[in-house]
Nanobody, 127 residues
Framework: QVQLVESGGGLVQAGGSLSLSCAAS????????ITWFRQAPGKERDCVAGINWNGGVTDYADSVKGRFTISRDNAKKTVSLQMNSLKPEDTAVYYC????????????????????WGQGTQVTVSS
């Protein structure tokens, strides 16, 4: 079992940066793939970026490639999402989610495949 807590959201001007953190508790974190999702008001939840269990594989939505970077520290049980060159369309509630994925080198963008979810953190980018 893994519990996830996001932090780091806030209000930033377009072009600015934010760093989100997903802190985990539970013994199985180091074998879990972690993915960031986001959901804007009135829109479907989208996959933003994911990282496999050992950090060897990452994947990004086309809309954030080159601007966002996902990383993890299994010793600290954290996953970070560095967001640069933010745009108003990045405004959303950001969630981190995890699923057992030891040994896998693929990252699923499907939210229903994730067993553990955080409560979300609001990111607002003003124009």
């Amino acid at each position: 079992q893994v519990q996830l807590v996001e932090s780091g959201g806030g209000l930033v001007q377009a072009g600015g940066s934010l760093s989100l953190s997903c802190a985990a508790s539970g013994r199985t974190f180091s074998t879990a793939a972690i993915t960031w999702f986001r959901q804007a008001p009135g829109k479907e939840r989208d996959c933003v970026a994911g990282i496999n269990w050992n950090g060897g594989v990452t994947d990004y939505a086309d809309s954030v490639k080159g601007r966002f970077t996902i990383s993890r520290d299994n010793a600290k049980k954290t996953v970070s999402l560095q967001m640069n060159s933010l745009k108003p369309e990045d405004t959303a509630v950001y969630y981190c989610a995890g699923r057992p994925a030891y040994g896998l080198r693929t990252i699923s963008p499907a939210g229903y495949e994730y067993d553990y979810w955080g409560q979300g953190t609001q990111v607002t980018v003003s124009s």
